[in-house]
């Protein structure tokens, strides 16, 4: 609605800090500076969080895994910072527990997984009930059947915490905006602008309208994740040090069809571990990790990704025999991992970095989606160093740990689920199903109210409207497995 007069600002004001990149890391850097009170403006040339943002498991997890690998300065943080984020957005960061099986001859064994999983607590500041617990078969068999029972010994129980990432993005986008920050997306950072050889803003275009215009800027960050490498080249700074990207594909299920009860963290024969998490009546399984150098833009779902998903599933859980035909959806990434040399995908660490060229660009890239928040303070921290020497120009220190994640913040994650309850008869009175006022509150928080008042608002035709399309979501996640081949006389998935 503002886009006009936003390009017009964006095109005639000079900016402390101008940002390229409008995902999760892009957005909290952009909070985390307006909030300290610098100008800040942010660019993205697609929608928010469009890239790797929206592509991830969708957790806000401690990595446990990454204590394998002995990091356990990553695990400390992105633990600690799980318990944050769920602080600041209680409806958007729900708890979860997450079974861990334990089989014969598998990566994990009883008191490896015990000592682990009591690291990983103590690390993560993980207190009271959300304390790991480690579970014999029987007790295991009790909370998910589907566990192979013949090479089956146990499980480890412990606290993980769910999100939907592009959410989570626009949340944390439009606190910033509310902080200040002018983020605009559809708008493409062509080429960087240089004065006397420094980094001085950028020349971009209007994705929407084809029209360009020049931001300025006393500083420019480089926040494009997978695309880093590219500012990076286009500036002369592209190293020895640079991104390597691989990719992460996701399927989509019926849980008619996978019926597991909760969500689980299983090993498979190469090493690498896979999640299975049932969501709104579906279960999504996932990730791969596989080098990927094709078109940033168009990263396709490939017969070798979903035969490595499909084989993972089919072990851990051999009653089900899952095929192509039964995939619902799917979606596919790319991770910006900085390069090491001699290590495999799945084994590159996960830390993010912070580079600055001698043109004054500075690009961040790596970590995730748990520790944006953090990613976010260590480069304005060095913003904020720069304007300082550079302008004199003095801002205050981090305020991100005490700032809400929506305009009418949860006192509790308890308080979320009073206020789901409350929603429950005023929406049966508009006659929409009770689940979903579990998914409008777990997107939107307390602004639920305000969209049930501008469905009032529109009136019975728009109560209508929304009763037919939650009744068709709801048809498509709890009909059996041949529901629409019966209603169209085809397959949702067609394999090749």
């Known amino acids: 609605m503002n886009r006009a007069p936003a390009l017009a600002q964006l095109s005639t004001e000079t900016y402390d800090l101008l940002i390229i ?24 040339k697609g929608d928010f969080a469009s890239g790797t943002s929206s592509k ?11 204590l394998k690998q002995l990091e356990i300065g990553l695990v400390r943080e992105v633990g600690q910072e799980r318990a944050l984020i769920h602080r600041l957005a209680p409806h958007l960061v729900i708890p979860e527990k997450m079974l861990l099986p334990l089989i014969k001859g598998g990566t994990f064994g009883k008191w490896a997984t015990t000592i682990g999983l009591f690291t990983y607590d103590l690390l993560a500041g993980v207190s009271g009930k959300d304390r790991f617990r480690m579970l014999d078969k029987e007790e295991t068999l009790t909370l998910e059947p589907l566990l192979p029972t013949d090479v089956l010994l146990g499980a480890g129980l412990y606290a993980e915490y769910r999100t939907d990432d592009a959410r989570l993005t626009i949340e944390v986008m439009k606190t910033a905006a509310r902080h200040g920050a002018l983020p605009l997306n559809y708008v493409l950072a062509e080429k960087l602008n240089y004065t006397d050889g420094k980094v001085s803003g950028a020349h971009c275009r209007d994705v929407l ?10 500083i420019v960050v480089n926040a494009t994740g997978p695309w880093s490498d590219f500012l990076r080249k286009q500036d002369g700074s592209l ?34 571990m896979i999640f299975a998490i049932p969501r709104q009546g579906t279960v999504y399984v996932g990730t791969t990790d596989t080098p990927y150098q094709g078109d940033l833009d168009d990263i396709q779902v490939e017969e070798g990704d979903v035969s490595y998903l499909l084989e993972a599933v089919n072990q851990m859980f051999p009653t089900i025999d899952l095929s192509p035909a039964d995939v619902l959806a799917s979606w596919a990434g790319v991770r910006p991992l900085i390069y090491e040399e001699g290590k495999t995908a799945s084994e590159i660490s996960r830390k993010d970095e912070i580079f600055e060229s001698e043109s004054g660009l500075l690009t961040i890239a790596g970590g995730k989606l748990t520790g944006y928040r953090v990613m976010a303070e260590k480069i304005t921290n060095r913003v904020s160093k720069r304007l300082a020497k550079a302008y004199g120009l003095v801002f205050s220190d981090c305020k991100t740990k005490d700032i809400p994640l929506t305009e009418q913040p949860f006192e509790s994650y308890q308080a979320v689920l009073d206020y789901e309850q409350k929603l429950v008869p005023v929406l049966a009175e508009k006659g929409i199903a009770a689940h979903v006022a579990r998914y409008l509150v777990q997107n939107y928080g307390r602004r639920t109210d305000a969209i049930l008042s501008q469905m009032e608002g529109r009136g019975e035709a728009a109560l209508i409207k929304a009763e037919k399309h939650f009744t068709k979501v709801n048809e498509w996640v709890e009909q059996p497995d041949d529901f629409w081949e019966r209603r169209t006389g085809r397959r949702l998935f067609q394999p090749d």
């Open 21 to 44: 990149g409008g995902g999760i890391t892009g957005a909290g850097v952009a909070l985390d500076a307006a909030s300290r009170g610098m100008k800040v403006a942010l660019v993205e």
């Open 56 to 66: 991830s498991t969708k957790l806000i997890h401690g990595g446990l895994r990454y």
């Open 209 to 218: 309208k084809g029209q360009s215009l020049d931001i300025s800027a006393k």
């Open 239 to 272: 190293t020895d040090k640079r991104m390597y990207l691989t990719k992460g594909v996701h399927l989509v299920f019926s849980q008619h069809k996978l019926p597991i009860r909760q969500a689980i963290y299983f090993d498979v024969p190469d090493g690498r």
